[in-house]
């Protein structure tokens, strides 16, 4: 590797940038040093003669060990695990009435951003297809300074106030003495917690939906969570909730199809989202906004200040004010995805905090941590995190200053500049941030209290509302959920608690989890005020607002020697032509002999290319290609796991006996080869769920 210096990222100044070498003598840069010098021999330390002890001069080798030693950060306490990109964020409406927000004044104009998605619970090193909730962090390089939106893939959260994080963390995370398990909240400490907090219940009914097991980080919805206000320019404040919807639909897998994933590809998200930004599938998402005043607020029966609820959709429609688009891989893993700090409390005019508990705790979590994961005040000028607009202020020096402040002015007021020195900047009354002013009926200027405000009490209604709100399909998926995470606790007191808390959100819902652990139906525990029934809400269901499409999917085609060479080449531009991605598994990687005689190159080898890494297959084979896999376990497993996790399956007519063989049964989305398979692709079938699983 060669180290260059590249003064054009960021405002940071200058940063390595490191170009992959070209191979020896081929006119690529010279290796040097940290300290520019030239490096003669990067293959052997300096020794004492040829069998010698290395010698303590050799200050190439100490350096290159010293530096390596230190080469790691601490990981996030949570999100430690993620994949992110750049991009920009495109305004199509003016929200000037609204807002003074720079980034949201004029329609078609673009803002950077960086976006970080993340799984919670487990470390930087684990699986990407754990059950877990998505972080969903956007990063706006505004022109007036950078404003973090920090949310998550699910609209709620587990709790109401900043001061149990903590607990919350500390209980899912992997237990303290035995350190396992990793990335799962399936175990006794989490749910002893959580049925011990009767607010975590509305969350937990989407954790424990397909919500948390999304297909691809492209295709999840990110939600702002809290109730924040936007202020225009005339000082009115109107409260807002963001949403963040993928241009290709919510796609979720099956839980079994999760569980193989983590086997198939540890790296199935990240390995997803880059190969799509590589190819130009740039992933979009639109932001839609939720409006709404005071009076609207003070008529809810729940609390917009409350995290754990949220404003259905059919009572407030989101206006789309925009899209994201990221459309490049960051350079450096580390520099950037890495290194780069997000904070709630970054934010810009014109947007604006409200007196959520859960919000303001996290004011001050986000900025605390980044000290101690980056491990200096001066955190900011790293490039990633660095604003794309001036930075001027007396803060000086600390850990790592990287910037070169010139002149005497470092403190304010000062008349440096009427003896013709630099005074240095000034504040700014107009343009600068304004914290809203204007009252609210949120009870904010009361004595000090450790309450919180009476319709926060109701655990119970959202989570109802949420469960009605179901299809039959995702109702079996959730309560199915809740029996494989309770079947995990050994603590025999606390599934009988969580399901007495469940009888407060549905009977049935109840009943099914205590049948699936062969257990007691418990008393209903006692809940602190009644639910209410809500308008169930379409908006929550994924199954009945997925997209039939193959953007942004893969389809993979099976074949062997002989396979139809004509059929496979109309069959690959259909995918294509759909706006889908066709990759060919054959048992060896060199490929197959196709009917034209020609040796064809395949994607993946079979073995390591399992079904579950496709949204819909095709066993395109010949007789003799049906024979030879009929003996290989591998090729029945890939058809057994696209029936069971309900995919599409074409197939040549000689292909039969295989499917046979792995117990295909015919049904809709089971088709012998032409021209209706793409249409058939574009599903999942659910209907076939309930004949090959017993859910609870
Ligand atoms: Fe948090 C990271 C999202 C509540 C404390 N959080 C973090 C990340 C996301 C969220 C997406 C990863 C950012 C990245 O990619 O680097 N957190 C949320 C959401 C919450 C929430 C949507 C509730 C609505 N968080 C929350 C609370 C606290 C924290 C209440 C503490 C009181 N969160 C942190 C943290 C992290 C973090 C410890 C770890 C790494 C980091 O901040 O940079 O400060």
Redesign the pocket.
């Known amino acids: 590797m060669t180290t260059t210096f590249d003064t054009d990222r960021g405002n940071g100044g200058e940063t390595h940038q490191h170009v992959p070498e070209k191979g020896p003598h081929d006119g690529a840069d010279h290796l040097t040093t940290n300290q520019g010098i030239r490096i003669t021999d990067n293959q052997n330390s300096l020794k004492a003669g040829e069998r010698g002890p290395t010698l303590l001069e050799d200050f190439v080798l100490r350096e290159k060990i010293f530096h390596f030693d230190h080469e790691r950060i601490p990981e996030?306490?949570?999100?430690a695990r993620?994949s992110a990109a750049h991009g920009y964020f495109e305004l199509n409406d003016s929200l000037s009435d609204i807002t003074k927000a720079d980034l949201f004044q004029r329609a078609g104009e673009r803002t950077p951003v960086f976006t970080?998605f993340?799984t919670v619970a487990g470390g930087a090193g684990s699986v990407d297809t754990p059950r877990d909730v998505r972080?969903?962090?956007v990063k706006f390089y505004t022109k007036e300074g950078n404003w973090d939106l920090?949310?998550?893939n699910i609209p709620v959260?587990f709790i109401q106030d900043?001061i149990k994080?903590p607990d919350l963390i500390h209980a899912v995370k992997m237990e303290a003495d035995r350190a396992f398990p990793q990335a799962g909240s399936a175990h006794d400490t989490f749910w002893d917690w959580a049925s011990l907090m009767p607010e975590t219940t509305h969350m937990l009914m989407w954790a424990m939906s397909d919500r948390t097991l999304p297909r691809s980080l492209r295709m999840m919805q990110g939600f702002g969570?809290?109730t924040f206000r936007l202020v225009n320019a005339d000082g009115k404040s109107t409260f807002v909730k963001f949403h963040w919807r993928p241009k290709l639909g919510i796609q979720s897998t099956l839980w079994d199809e999760a569980l193989k994933l983590q086997a198939a590809d540890n790296d199935f998200h990240r390995r997803d989202l880059w190969e799509a930004i590589s190819l130009g599938n740039y992933p979009e998402w639109e932001l839609g906004l939720q409006l709404f005043d005071q009076e609207f607020a003070d008529a809810q029966p729940y609390d917009v200040l409350d995290?754990t609820k949220i404003i259905p959709e059919e009572v407030i429609p989101l206006r789309m004010v925009g899209r994201m688009v990221l459309d490049r891989n960051p350079d450096n893993f580390f520099a950037e995805t890495e290194q780069?700090?997000?904070c709630p409390a970054n934010i810009v005019p014109g947007v604006d905090f409200t007196n959520d508990p859960?919000l303001q705790?996290?004011l001050f979590?986000?900025l605390d941590?980044?000290k101690s994961?980056l491990g200096t005040a001066n955190f900011h000028q790293l490039p990633i995190n660095a604003p794309k607009c001036p930075v001027m202020n007396f803060q000086r020096d600390g850990q790592m200053q990287m910037s070169v402040p010139k002149g005497r002015a470092n403190y304010e007021p000062n008349s440096l500049s009427s003896d013709g020195e630099a005074g240095g900047p000034r504040e700014c009354p107009v343009m600068g941030f304004g914290t809203f002013e204007g009252g609210t009926s949120q009870g904010e200027k009361g004595d000090k209290l450790r309450v919180r405000a009476e319709l926060f009490a109701d655990h119970y209604s959202q989570a109802r509302l949420f469960w009605r709100s179901q299809q039959p399909s995702e109702q079996a998926h959730i309560a199915s959920s809740f029996v494989f995470e309770l079947s995990k606790v050994g603590l025999k007191q606390v599934p009988p608690r969580m399901v007495g808390n469940l009888r407060n959100v549905d009977e049935e819902l109840a009943r099914r989890v205590a049948d699936g652990l062969a257990i007691m139906l418990p008393e209903k525990n006692p809940a602190a005020r009644d639910p209410i029934d809500m308008e169930p809400s379409p908006a929550l269901s994924i199954h009945s607002n997925m997209i039939d499409t193959l953007r942004g999917r893969k389809v993979g085609i099976l074949v062997a020697d002989g396979s139809d060479a004509a059929a496979l080449k109309t069959l690959q531009e259909a995918i294509r032509d759909a706006d889908g991605q066709p990759f060919v598994v054959a048992p060896k990687i060199g490929g197959a002999k196709l009917s034209d005689g020609k040796q064809m190159k395949a994607d993946g080898q079979l073995l390591g290319s399992p079904s579950q890494l496709f949204d819909a297959v095709v066993v395109l084979l010949s007789e003799d290609g049906a024979k030879l896999l009929i003996k290989e376990g591998a090729a029945i497993q890939w058809l057994m796991d696209a029936f069971g996790h309900l995919k599409a399956i074409g197939y040549a007519s000689a292909a039969r006996p295989l499917l046979n063989k792995a117990g295909i049964e015919p049904d809709d989305g089971v088709v012998e080869l032409d021209k209706s398979f793409i249409e058939k692709a574009k599903k999942r079938y659910w209907q076939r769920e309930p004949k090959i699983r017993l859910l609870a």
């Open positions: 996030r306490i949570v999100h993620g970080r993340s972080g969903f962090a920090v949310g998550n959260f900043a994080f969570i809290h995290s780069v700090a997000y859960l705790g996290r979590s986000y941590t980044q994961r």
